[in-house]
């Protein structure tokens, strides 16, 4: 059967755009709408498997509709720019999958499928179009049918002739007259005032077309309804001329040119590459073609089978290769160094026999540049070989240099600056159910390239880093950091493995017992986690007011589970329910599926190159976002405990960390003086806003100016303001007003961050991190406003993320100094923890406090609050 596949590609472009962010590669091309069009042609590639296939565009602004109407298509705003200059770029995707594309000057795309819909049909070919436009309805019959963009580009329904009718309760030739009564605002087609679609729907039932509506003018009831089809009578017609999609348009089905067969996977993989569109790549890569070796120019280097002085060097490149489901496990596939006098690959075996090699690792006065020095840092760790003298990682000033673009090989340093020459992890090892270590030649050759790409680009990054300010931020912090975090993955924190499986049990018999509770409350047994069952319950059983609704149902989601809060019982008892379900499930069985056997402790992998403001994240596991509000939650902690007997386990916690941040940068001298006072800042606030002493502030007044504080830090609108604390949008206008009355200066701050990173493109933190901003200047409301938001926010959360860190250098330093046994075991936001030997409690306690408070000079005090404690939830 021959099937074809006409694609509206203006309507679905224009769908795309507005449907995803802004995109855009790492030349700053904007390539959101490009990226929606190309899954959405993916996905018709997959499901369809069309022997022909056409996308038609509109050819200019103008059409012979104008002719009969200069106004047609008048009311559309002018296309965002940001859209216009991914036409060509879809034009070249098209070409690349090698898919017929068709546009006409003076018609429009929909008059151009229309005609190829017409045609294919009297040769016997299945029809099926994708667009956004319901005009192309009109054409639907017993060979075609619409599958018409309901949501964005992802959700489609079908159109049939049985659909149609099913829907609108007329045939497909009468979608015309429909719109010839009701107009079309988007086209600007006027239709007759006053009738919408009920109403036309209405008419057509019962007379048939827009002629026979306005021959039967006297029998239709309703005064008014007479007057308005008798005084538009000429604009009915017309508006039916201009809806009528025009079938005998000059372009003619030619087979041969709209055959799709197979398509150069190479040219899609490059121009995928070109846009960034690397989630997309084994989408085409059916045949394990996807990613392909390129040819690249030879390189010089030695397997060796022993290590010699003479191999090594005073400054060399190095790379210590593990592949990520082995990184905690130390796997080391194999070595490689470059320098002035050579490259060479190493075997493990021969790498982890080399006394020569490993005393030249542990020599601190040989310089290693790395990529990821950390990941070599835990490698070397577990094979417990001391990794010292790293000077220079390529990821990690990458990163500096742009934090917005992601560098997670070496390969993608290379492309970014055009330097080096290293394949793709993915084409040498192979993904998912492909995954292989490939022969040593191979292999030998991918790691000697990615070290000789190394030492190649070092002195080119740090010339960039110079020219950004940013080497001291390199050397003296990231650097440094890079090798404590290394030492923290490597030790771990131990676990209380029955402590964890006695808090599972525990939360499962108060998960039953609100189970009970639940059901007795609902009057009926049922399963609560099904959102379909809980529905039915709350909001016809119980008769609790619908606030949502979705296409399979009522929905139970979180927020609106807290607009019920209040109205019935049972809703705190679901949302206390939901609560411990996901802590059992990602806390306490997700914690003891990463205990690793033989340590009997996690450890977790710290991120040092992933946030855009320069915060460290931590995954497998995540022990940054265990919760901490609902005490079941908290109580999780007391599973951390020390590794030694008759040690502790000390945290120390910086407090309020980014508002003095903001108070240093603002210079607000009410501000500054509540924090050199030690006031209550939140106190202090409430007393400025309300204009009241401090024994007036009440608990509700207290909340609100928290509220606030923080939510000044991250440029909170009045709506935000008023969501956190149920007040009307007026109430949280007033009392922002009020707050940068108060402190004027945090308001002359904020925007000034905003000019200047508008007239920059990026904004800094005290200790020179960037985070570029291109979005400042976009016509885009909604961008636009996001990035204003983020120009308040990064110095100031970036600056708290430096500040934590240089703590942590300078900690890890004094230790050393002071021959303390002690161990930094996390950093979780703005706490460090630490485990500490009985007889060093009190000097750990002098020290962290001493080093936390003078990491960084600031225009007010930084205070730390430190606790010690036999658990992690005891140390508060």
């Given at each position: ?27 700053g ?86 005609t ?12 099926k ?23 964005g ?56 077309s ?32 201009l ?37 997309l790549?084994d989408?085409?890569d ?6 392909e ?45 470059a ?43 577990w ?12 990821q ?24 080096g ?54 050397n ?124 009997g ?83 202090k ?9 401090q ?24 709506y ?42 990026y ?14 200047t ?8 996001f ?35 002690s ?26 406090t ?27």
């Open positions: 059967m021959k099937k074809l596949v006409l694609i509206d590609g203006n309507s679905i472009a224009y769908r795309a755009f507005f449907a995803l962010p802004l995109l855009n590669n790492d030349k091309v904007y390539t959101n709408a490009v990226y929606g069009f190309t899954m959405m042609l993916l996905k018709v590639l997959e499901d369809e498997k069309p022997t022909h296939m056409v996308v038609a565009f509109d050819a200019g602004k103008t059409t012979f509709r104008h002719d009969t109407y200069d106004a047609y298509k008048s009311g559309r705003q002018k296309t965002p720019p940001e859209l216009s200059e991914q036409f060509p770029l879809i034009r070249e995707l098209l070409d690349a999958f090698n898919i017929a594309r068709v546009e006409v000057e003076n018609f429009e795309a929909d008059d151009l499928i229309g190829l819909a017409k045609q294919a049909s009297q040769e016997n070919f299945e029809v179009i994708f667009t956004g436009d319901k005009d192309l309805l009109q054409i639907v019959s017993d060979h075609v049918t619409v599958a018409l963009t309901r949501k580009i992802t959700q489609i329904d079908v159109y049939d002739e049985k659909g149609i009718e099913e829907r609108y309760g007329i045939t497909p030739e009468q979608i015309i007259d429909m719109k010839g009564l009701m107009g079309d605002s988007s086209d600007n087609i006027p239709g007759v005032p006053g009738i919408g679609e009920k109403t036309a729907l209405k008419l057509l039932k019962e007379y048939g827009v002629e026979k509506v306005l021959e039967s003018i006297d029998e239709i009831s309703g005064k008014k309804m007479k007057e308005r089809l008798e005084e538009h009578r000429d604009q009915a017609l017309m508006s039916k001329k809806a009528t999609i025009y079938l005998e348009a000059p372009v003619t089905l030619d087979a041969d040119s709209f055959t799709f067969g197979e398509y150069d996977k190479k040219e899609v993989v490059k121009l995928f590459k070109e846009l960034d569109f690397n989630s790549l989408k085409v059916a045949d394990g073609e996807g990613i070796k390129e040819e690249l120019q030879s390189l010089n280097y030695e397997t060796l089978r022993e290590v010699k002085e003479a191999h090594l060097a005073d400054k060399a490149a190095l790379v210590v290769e593990v592949l990520d489901e082995n990184y905690h496990q130390g796997d080391i596939l194999g070595l490689a160094i320098h002035n006098n050579g490259c060479y690959y190493i075997p493990t075996d021969e790498a982890l026999r080399s006394e020569a090699l490993i005393q030249w690792l542990k020599d601190e006065r040989k310089e290693k540049w790395l990529f990821d020095a950390k990941r070599a840092v835990v490698a070397l760790g094979k417990n070989i001391e990794l010292a003298g790293s000077t220079f990682d390529l990690m000033a990458s990163y500096l240099l742009d934090p917005s673009t992601s560098f997670h090989e070496v390969s993608d340093v290379t492309k970014h600056h055009r330097k020459h290293v394949h793709e992890d993915e084409a040498v090892y192979g993904k998912g159910a492909k995954r292989r270590i490939p022969d040593e030649k191979e292999l030998g050759e991918h790691l000697a390239r990615k070290a000789d790409a190394i030492f190649q680009l070092k002195e080119h990054v740090e010339e960039k880093l110079k020219e950004n300010e940013q080497l001291g931020l390199f003296e912090l990231e650097m440094p950091l890079s090798v404590i975090l290394g030492r923290m993955e490597t030790t771990g924190v131990k676990v209380d493995v029955e402590q964890l499986e006695q808090m599972g049990e525990d939360l499962n018999a108060r998960l039953e017992e609100l189970e009970q509770t639940i059901h007795e409350l609902a009057g009926v047994s049922f399963n609560i986690n099904s959102p379909k069952q809980l529905g039915e319950i709350l909001f016809e059983k119980l008769q609790l007011p619908v606030i949502k609704k979705t296409k399979t149902g009522y929905s139970t989601s979180a927020d609106v589970l807290e607009k019920l809060a209040g109205q019935h019982e049972i809703i705190d008892h679901i949302l206390h329910y939901r609560q411990l379900g996901k802590l059992n499930s990602t806390y306490i069985d997700g914690l003891l599926k990463v205990v690793h056997k033989g340590t402790k996690v450890h977790t992998r710290f991120n040092q190159a992933l946030t855009q403001t320069g915060r460290l994240s931590s995954t497998d596991p995540n022990l940054q976002n265990i919760p901490i509000r609902l005490e079941e939650g908290r109580k999780i902690r007391k599973a951390f405990v020390p590794s030694e007997k008759d040690w502790f386990i000390l945290a120390a916690d910086y407090s309020q960390i980014e508002l003095r941040v903001l108070a240093h940068f603002a210079e607000d001298e009410k501000l500054m003086e509540a924090f050199r006072e030690d006031m209550d800042v939140h106190t606030t409430a007393m400025d806003v309300f204009h009241v002493s024994e007036e502030v009440t608990s509700n007044m207290r909340r609100s100016a928290k509220a606030v504080n923080f939510g000044i830090v991250y440029g909170i609108s009045d935000g303001l008023s969501q956190n604390l149920g007040i009307t949008r007026k109430e949280a206008a007033t009392f922002i007003e009020r707050y940068f009355a108060s402190y004027p200066k945090v308001k002359e701050y904020l925007d000034h961050v905003i000019d200047e990173a508008r007239e920059k493109g904004v800094t933190t005290l200790l020179k991190r960037r985070r570029y901003l291109p979005d400042l976009s016509r885009n409301f909604n961008q636009r406003s990035a204003e938001r983020t120009a308040m926010n990064t110095p100031i959360q970036g600056t708290a993320a430096d500040i934590i860190k240089q703590a942590m250098v300078q900690m890890a330093s004094r230790m050393d100094e002071e021959d303390l046994q161990r930094l075991l996390l950093q979780v936001h703005d706490e460090l923890i630490f485990e500490v030997p009985k007889e060093e409690v009190a000097q750990m306690k002098e020290l962290v001493s080093v936390m408070e003078q990491a960084v000079e600031l225009r007010v005090p930084l205070k730390v609050d430190v606790a010690c404690g036999d658990t992690w939830y005891d140390a508060k």
